[in-house]
C-alpha cells in the first residue's frame, strides 16, 4: 500500500482514501457501495473507471450499473480505454504472469518500472552471518511475491546511491522454511539495517531456489551467486 500510494503521488494524486476490506465491506451489495460510499461518504462528482470494472458482493456491479447510479444520483462517470503496449493489454494479471515466468524485461515494460519490493528490515534467524553472508531479512506483512529465486538487486533508502546486492526470494526449503521470505546481502558493506524501510529493486534472475544437503553446499552455492552477482554489475571480485 506505501508503494501504490507513493506511485499516485508522483502521479500528481492530491488524496488516496483507504477502506479497510473486512467482512462487513466485502458483503456490501452494489447498490449500497454506491449509496453509502461513494455519495453519502466521500460525496463523488465525477468517478472514472476501468473498462472492466467491478463492485459489490458478488462483483455485482459493473460500468452499467455505475451509470445508471450516477444519471440517479447527479455524479459522471467515464470508463478510462484500455492501455496496450506493443499490442498486449496492460493489467495487473499480465504484469503478475511475466513476473512469475522471469520476464523481468516485459514485466518492467507493462509496469512502466523494474519490479520492486519494499519492506522493514526485521530481525532473522541470523543463519547468513553464521555462514559468512549476513543478510538484511525484509518484512513482506503477508504479501506474496509472483517471483521466486536469487536475483540482482539494487537496494535504495540506506545511501544516497542504489547499492548492489543479492537477493533471495522465497521458503529457504534447504533449512525447511514454510514463508516466503525475502533475503538480501549487500554487496561490499556491512551495515546495521534493523528498523531500515529499504526498497529492492530486482534487476535479473541468477537462479531458480533450490534445496541443498548441506548447509556447506548452501554456503557455496551462495557464493557462486554473490560471484554471478558482481558479474551482473561490473563489479571487480575483492582479493
Same mark, same amino acid.
Given at each position: 500500500?506505501?508503494?501504490?500510494?507513493?506511485?499516485?503521488?508522483?502521479?500528481?494524486?492530491?488524496?488516496?482514501?483507504?477502506v479497510?476490506?473486512?467482512?462487513r465491506?466485502?458483503?456490501?451489495?452494489a *447498490?449500497?457501495?454506491?449509496?453509502?460510499?461513494?455519495?453519502?461518504?466521500?460525496?463523488?462528482?465525477?468517478?472514472?473507471?476501468?473498462?472492466?470494472?467491478?463492485?459489490?458482493?458478488?462483483?455485482?456491479?459493473?460500468?452499467?450499473?455505475?451509470?445508471?447510479?450516477?444519471?440517479?444520483?447527479?455524479?459522471?462517470?467515464?470508463?478510462?480505454?484500455?492501455?496496450?503496449?506493443?499490442?498486449?493489454?496492460?493489467?495487473?494479471?499480465?504484469?503478475?504472469?511475466?513476473?512469475?515466468?522471469?520476464?523481468?524485461?516485459?514485466?518492467?515494460?507493462?509496469?512502466?518500472?523494474?519490479?520492486?519490493?519494499?519492506?522493514?528490515?526485521?530481525?532473522?534467524?541470523a543463519?547468513?552471518?553464521?555462514?559468512?553472508?549476513?543478510?538484511?531479512?525484509?518484512?513482506?506483512? *503477508?504479501?506474496?511475491?509472483?517471483?521466486?529465486?536469487v536475483?540482482?538487486?539494487?537496494?535504495? *533508502?540506506?545511501?544516497?546511491?542504489?547499492?548492489?546486492?543479492?537477493?533471495?526470494?522465497?521458503?529457504r526449503?534447504?533449512?525447511?522454511?514454510?514463508?516466503?521470505r525475502?533475503?538480501?546481502?549487500?554487496?561490499?558493506?556491512?551495515?546495521?539495517?534493523?528498523?531500515?524501510?529499504?526498497?529492492?529493486?530486482?534487476?535479473?534472475?541468477?537462479?531458480?531456489?533450490?534445496?541443498?544437503?548441506?548447509?556447506?553446499?548452501?554456503?557455496?552455492?551462495?557464493?557462486?551467486?554473490?560471484?554471478?552477482?558482481?558479474?551482473?554489475?561490473?563489479?571487480?571480485?575483492?582479493?
Open positions: 500500500l506505501r508503494d501504490k500510494v507513493k506511485y499516485l503521488a508522483a502521479a500528481g494524486v492530491d488524496a488516496v482514501v483507504c479497510t476490506f473486512d467482512k465491506f466485502a458483503a456490501l451489495s *447498490g449500497a457501495f454506491v449509496t453509502d460510499l461513494l455519495v453519502q461518504k466521500l460525496g463523488v462528482r465525477f468517478i472514472g473507471v476501468g473498462d472492466d470494472f467491478r463492485f459489490g458482493a458478488r462483483r455485482q456491479g459493473d460500468y452499467a450499473l455505475l451509470q445508471q447510479a450516477g444519471k440517479a444520483a447527479g455524479f459522471e462517470v467515464m470508463s478510462t480505454v484500455t492501455y496496450t503496449e506493443g499490442g498486449r493489454r496492460i493489467s495487473s494479471t499480465a504484469v503478475r504472469e511475466a513476473l512469475a515466468q522471469d520476464r523481468l524485461v516485459e514485466a518492467e515494460m507493462l509496469l512502466g518500472h523494474p519490479y520492486r519490493l519494499s519492506g522493514r528490515v526485521v530481525h532473522g534467524d543463519l547468513g552471518r553464521t555462514i559468512g553472508f549476513p543478510t538484511a531479512n525484509v518484512s513482506l506483512k *503477508g504479501r506474496q511475491a509472483p517471483i521466486n529465486g536475483y540482482a538487486v539494487e537496494v535504495y *533508502g540506506i545511501a544516497d546511491r542504489p547499492l548492489p546486492g543479492v537477493a533471495n526470494i522465497g521458503t526449503p534447504t533449512v525447511a522454511g514454510l514463508r516466503q525475502l533475503e538480501v546481502h549487500l554487496l561490499d558493506v556491512d551495515m546495521n539495517l534493523y528498523g531500515c524501510h529499504i526498497e529492492v529493486v530486482i534487476r535479473a534472475k541468477v537462479r531458480n531456489e533450490q534445496r541443498f544437503a548441506s548447509l556447506d553446499d548452501l554456503k557455496r552455492q551462495i557464493a557462486n551467486d554473490v560471484v554471478s552477482a558482481r558479474d551482473y554489475f561490473g563489479l571487480a571480485t575483492p582479493q
